[in-house]
């Protein structure tokens, strides 16, 4: 039962780091109408920064994660300007998909170049050891548990943004209807910019708490956690934040259960298939709203 | 017998009963007008009649068959053929291909000749075309045949959009507002088409229509929408003389 | 002649000559073998890039799964072949290899076409991106060999096969498939290509190919003109699939090792396919085949470049979509060719 809890606290340490970066994916979706293919590069862009910074410069972390958070989100709403926006109406929405995966290589190869191919040993930014529960059966690590915090704070403040600001108000009326949204006087540009920019900069938290809970660190780091938190933004139903948290914290469940209790080989096919049956049972996800096509 | 028969066709989006105890009953060979203002459920009608949505209650039957409930290519082949309020090609195909979708189901060979192009693919291809175009003449879009559809200008897309579906030989065309969008003389010339499927296919029509030349000047028949609800139906004259549908229409 | 048949005609003429032509450079050993190697995956991307434009530009679903249609069909002809292995002649076994690698893609296809065709757009992409990672991920960790007394599956190891002494182990779990017949070469993977150009080149000119088309234009109008949507979206499906398995038989027989891997048949494998048929023209048959050989080749002969090449790449791939597709950009072209017909005109005149 004790090994039980242990591993379920690992799957919602792991599914909270999706689910922060389900929340950018989401959000850019929602609003941009575009699968960000490089949004898990930019994770990838986040931890390498403080690598730099923490590791190599030895400056303290909160500096690494200030600097990736500035780094990711300057380069979030610089790739939306160069690559995605002149592409916005295009007469096929595969234009800035492929353009997408483009800037996916793009992010890759230059932090090939820079960075190298070899594994980087990443040190957690978070130096708390956690805590001991149950005479010290059930031990629960720093990192965890800042994690899970975090993205409970993130998705507070997400829903605060959105809800309670202006800017936010504006994402929801761009994402609702963009045409709309510019005859009631939105800037949409600046719109989707703040979108982006808050985007990247949950990328960039999520490097750091993903790479402080799996210090292994390459180019392509950011690439598989990046399409499985799609599929936690699509599980929970893309476009919708709590739909994010949700389907993070319910693939990151899945995968750690699986990962121990079934085959660690097969867990990604059961991440997968989670999400095949709920679009079968519900082709919007858990909390995606239905929209038909009018006739 | 009636060709169609509809008894007390109703459908509740969201609370609002968007029709309301629908009846109408269409011989053979009539041309049907059905009118009221904007948002009092004409399309809600085709829609239900097509099979697109499912209605609450009511009955709906073709030629004596009971077709409610089939799905929406089911009841093409049961007989209901239709246009679109805002016109629906099939934009990256050829003028002539947009047609021959329309005969796919006059028209059969198997998904290997298909592949390989063997067996009857030639000949039944040849018929095909053949049938296509006599259809495309008598809408005079044979000039056109191999425009991309989207390259039409508006007139002959609607014109088009009626070629596609006479092509799946209907019983019953519904036709959804078709001159909308059109110019007076575009207009003129599409009740000429009109008449000349009805006279020449000896095709039953019913149609949405707001331009009131046309519908006075074509349908036989009125029903009238309003809310919903039937305010009136009967001979085209009593109907449009009739006061409830004139305040209806042109509000108190 | 139909204009139709003039243009399959003509892409059948170009695979054909440039055949040709790279088979004298061979022949008259102007080629470096690094380049002769390239020449297979080159032509089996090629057929992935007709299978999938079949589904992405005809059928008009977007798929991020046809790296996993490969894969079933690599696994499956692989495993018939070396059953086969000296059983029967080499060419027969390889026809026969091919023919099953396809036949049970194609099943594959329809077993995932059921569940995924329902679903619209991008929700369709992620989930056939998943199917792709689950076949993917089930091949890579299963344990598949046979002995006198029958077949034998294991998911935790070789050993656990429990093989008799004349057992031959097929699947080797996370070691995949070793000693297939290396059957493939130039000549049989452009005689595939030339079969898979012919079927979905026919297939756009036919009845079914129509009844496909109409359901990418416009759905709910195809629909309306009494068009089985669920059948024809299958049909174009299944064969897409199929086609991606016959893309697989050439890639397991042209390769000594082969295991289910990201590198082989992940996802990026299938966004590679994708990135050809979209620069190749999106329902442009001929345009994938022509945009998979250069784009498969321009990596690996911009070698000399070495650390810059995928740089490189990446930035080629952004600033052409940009170029190809911004609106912004395509009116200035078409007012730019406007102005230049006019000036042409006036010259004339």
């Known amino acids: 039962m004790l090994s039980f809890l242990n591993y379920f606290v690992s799957g919602l340490s792991l599914g909270s780091i999706y689910a922060i970066i389900a929340l950018g994916y989401t959000m850019v979706y929602g609003i941009a109408k575009m699968l960000n293919f490089a949004h898990g590069d930019f994770i990838m862009i986040g931890c390498y920064m403080i690598f730099t910074i923490v590791s190599t410069m030895g400056l303290p972390p909160v500096a690494g994660i200030i600097v990736a958070v500035i780094v990711c989100t ?57 805590i001991t529960l149950a005479g010290g059966q059930l031990k629960i690590q720093g990192v965890t548990i800042v994690t899970i915090a975090v993205s409970l704070l993130i998705l507070v403040f997400l829903q605060l943004f959105v809800h309670k600001t202006r800017e936010g108000q504006a994402m929801l009326a761009v994402s609702q209807d963009r045409g709309a949204a510019t005859l009631m006087g939105i800037n949409v540009n600046k719109t989707i910019s703040i979108t982006f920019a808050i985007g990247s900069a949950l990328a960039a938290i999520a490097g750091a708490l993903l790479c402080s809970a799996y210090p292994s660190l390459t180019p392509y780091t950011g690439a598989m956690p990046g399409i499985k938190a799609f599929v936690a933004a699509v599980l929970g139903g893309i476009g919708s934040i709590p739909g994010a948290m949700i389907g993070g914290l319910v693939l990151g469940i899945i995968e750690i259960l699986s990962r121990t209790y079934i085959s660690s080989q097969l867990s990604d096919a059961i991440v997968f298939s989670i999400l095949i049956i709920v679009l079968l049972v519900k082709p919007t996800g858990i909390l995606g709203k239905n929209i038909q096509e009018k006739v | 017998m009636a060709l ?4 007390n066709l109703s459908i509740t989006f969201g609370g609002l009963r968007a029709v309301d105890n629908f009846n109408l009953t269409m011989e053979k060979g009539e041309l049907y007008g059905l009118i009221g203002p904007n948002g009092a459920g004409k399309t809600t009608v085709f829609n239900l009649l097509t099979g697109v949505y499912k209605a609450d209650e009511g009955l709906i039957k073709l030629d004596g068959l009971d077709i409610t409930g089939h799905r929406t290519a089911e009841i093409d082949r049961d007989g209901i053929a239709r246009t679109f309020q805002n016109i629906r090609l099939f934009k990256d195909l050829p003028v002539i291909d947009n047609v021959k979708v329309g005969l796919h189901n006059q028209f059969n060979y198997s998904t290997a000749e298909s592949m390989l192009h063997c067996g009857r693919y030639h000949k039944v291809e040849k018929e095909m075309d053949e049938e296509a175009m006599k259809l495309l003449g008598v809408f005079d879009l044979d000039k056109e045949r191999d425009y991309l559809s989207a390259n039409l200008p508006y007139g002959k897309q609607r014109k088009l959009e009626i070629a596609r579906a006479m092509a799946t ?31 020449k296919f000896d095709m039953t029509i019913l149609l949405i229509e707001h331009d009131m030349k046309l519908v006075s000047g074509i349908c036989e028949k009125l029903t009238v929408l309003n809310f919903g609800r039937i305010l009136a139906h009967g001979d085209t004259k009593d109907v449009l003389a009739n006061p409830e549908v004139i305040k209806a229409y042109i509000g108190e | 002649m139909r204009k139709t048949q003039k243009k399959t005609l003509i892409t059948y003429a ?57 894969c079933v069909g690599a696994f499956s002809s692989a495993i018939v072949s070396q059953l086969l292995s000296g059983a029967i002649p080499d060419a027969l076994r390889f026809i026969l290899a091919l023919i099953i690698g396809v036949v049970i893609s194609a099943l594959f296809g329809m077993l995932i076409g059921i569940p995924v065709l329902r679903l619209n757009g991008d929700y369709l992409a992620i989930v056939t991106l998943a199917f792709g990672e689950i076949i993917k991920n089930i091949l890579n960790s299963i344990y598949l060999g046979v002995d006198s007394a029958g077949v034998h599956l294991s998911l935790k190891s070789q050993m656990a096969l429990g093989l008799a002494d004349d057992g031959k182990v097929l699947i080797n779990g996370a070691m995949g498939i070793t000693g297939t017949p290396q059957d493939s070469n130039f000549t049989i993977a452009i005689v595939v290509l030339l079969i898979s150009l012919f079927i979905v080149q026919n297939m756009i ?49 042209n390769i000594a090792t082969m295991q289910a891997t990201s590198q082989y048949f992940g996802y990026n494998v299938s966004i590679m396919i994708l990135v050809y048929v979209v620069l190749g023209g999106i329902g442009n048959i001929r345009g994938s085949v022509i945009a998979a050989c250069i784009l498969y080749l321009l990596p690996e002969l911009l070698r000399g470049l070495n650390k810059y090449r995928m740089l490189i790449y990446s930035i080629v791939l952004i600033v052409m979509m940009i170029i190809n597709w911004s609106p912004a950009l395509r009116d200035k072209r078409d007012k730019l060719r406007k102005k230049l017909m006019k000036g042409a005109g006036h010259g004339a005149a």
């Open chain 1, 74 to 130: 300057i380069l979030g709403v610089t790739t939306e300007k160069v690559a995605y926006k002149p592409l916005r109406g295009a007469s096929s929405p595969l234009a800035v998909l492929i353009t997408a995966i483009g800037v996916s290589y793009l992010l890759e190869n230059a932090a090939l170049l820079i960075f190298g191919a070899d594994t980087k040993s990443f040190t957690s930014v978070i130096s708390w050891s956690g």
């Open chain 2, 4 to 7: 169609l028969e509809v008894t």
């Open chain 2, 169 to 199: 030989k209907p019983k019953l065309l519904l036709l959804d507002e078709p001159a909308a969008g059109m110019n007076p003389n575009e207009t003129a010339e599409l009740m000429e088409t009109i008449q000349l499927i009805r006279d």
């Open chain 3, 14 to 70: 170009i695979v054909i000559i440039a055949y040709i032509i790279l088979e004298i450079f061979m022949k008259a050993g102007m080629m470096s073998s690094h380049l002769k190697g390239l020449l297979v995956p080159m032509v089996y991307y090629a057929i992935a890039a007709v299978a999938l434009n079949l589904c992405v530009g005809i059928l008009g679903e977007l798929s991020l799964g046809h790296a996993g249609f490969m």
């Open chain 3, 205 to 253: 000119d036919s009845r079914d190919g129509r009844a496909i088309m109409s359901i990418r234009d416009n759905r709910i109008a195809s629909e309306s003109v009494g068009i089985n949507i669920t059948k024809y979206k299958m049909t174009g499906f299944v064969v897409s699939a199929a086609i991606a398995g016959a893309a697989g038989v050439l890639f397991s027989h």
